[in-house]
């Protein structure tokens, strides 16, 4: 038997056993896939970071505006951007999560899923 590709034999017309490569072939995808939602996972976590540190920078406009007079607006206005910022973060962190839930190839609790 001549081992040729991969460390697979050849199989009977010569190329390596499709079986083998298939079943590699969804290793890799699975893998792949587990790191994504990794991924996804984890910006979602530094999204919800980011919305914290928002909502506290806005608390501190909030706080600077009450003692500053002649800046009162333009602070309360630094504030309200920082709380839409912080909400913009936290709507992608869910998506993101969303998306970490989604099997990629679709809903592994169908009957007809393949996996």
Do not use: N
């Not at 460390?7 to 009977?12: A, N, S, T, V």
């Amino acid at each position: 038997m001549v081992y040729t590709y991969g460390g697979f034999p050849d199989g009977p017309d010569g190329q390596p056993f499709a079986a083998d490569e298939a079943f590699r072939a969804i290793q890799r995808a699975e893998r792949a896939g587990r790191d994504a939602r990794a991924s996804q996972r984890s910006a979602a976590k530094s999204l919800d970071d980011s919305a914290d540190s928002h909502e506290r920078t806005a608390k501190v406009y909030d706080e600077a505006a009450k003692h500053a007079e002649p800046r009162k607006a333009e602070y309360r206005e630094h504030a309200a951007r920082h709380r839409e910022f912080a909400q913009e973060d936290r709507l992608m962190a869910e998506r993101m999560r969303q998306m970490a839930e989604i099997h990629p190839i679709g809903d592994p609790a169908m009957p007809w899923h393949p996996l």
